[in-house]
């Protein structure tokens, strides 16, 4: 399993934060690793919605996950959980209420399934350089 962790500090409010982070849609605005984000159950954000996330792989090729929200507490804590046959993502955003706005914490894990599961030996340096890119994306969107 790999672990990325970041706290971005923002001048948003925890509310416009929240709304931000919750709608996966928005995935593809800060993360340029994500290709489409499609909604395949509910509307917008909230508790039990489903998405397609695909995600660019090696070369050329793709990957879709299908992300569930599984915890929804509106404007501190949101938990969606991506699965497809290679990989299960679980990514947890907690939002503080700070003095000049909010702090968005990011806490994603990754881990390789089934028969690349092997892979998880080296998966973290894999996934730093992924999460760092999206890091960049995700601070200029939540300044």
Known sequence: ????????????????????MADLHNFAKWDEGVV?????????????????????????STSTLRYTTTEYDEFSNILVRGVNTLFTSVDRVTINKTAI??????????????????????????FNKIGDTATRGLRKVLA
């Open 1 to 20: 399993m790999a672990r990325y962790v970041i706290t971005i500090p923002s001048s948003l409010s925890q509310q416009e934060a929240f709304a931000y």
């Open 36 to 60: 489409k984000v499609v909604q395949v159950e509910g509307s917008g954000a909230g508790l039990g919605t489903i998405f397609d996330v695909t995600v660019k792989g090696v070369g050329k």
């Open 101 to 126: 706005g909010c702090e968005v914490i990011y806490d994603a894990s990754l881990t390789a399934n089934w028969i690349i599961a092997p892979m998880n030996i080296v998966l973290g340096k894999v």
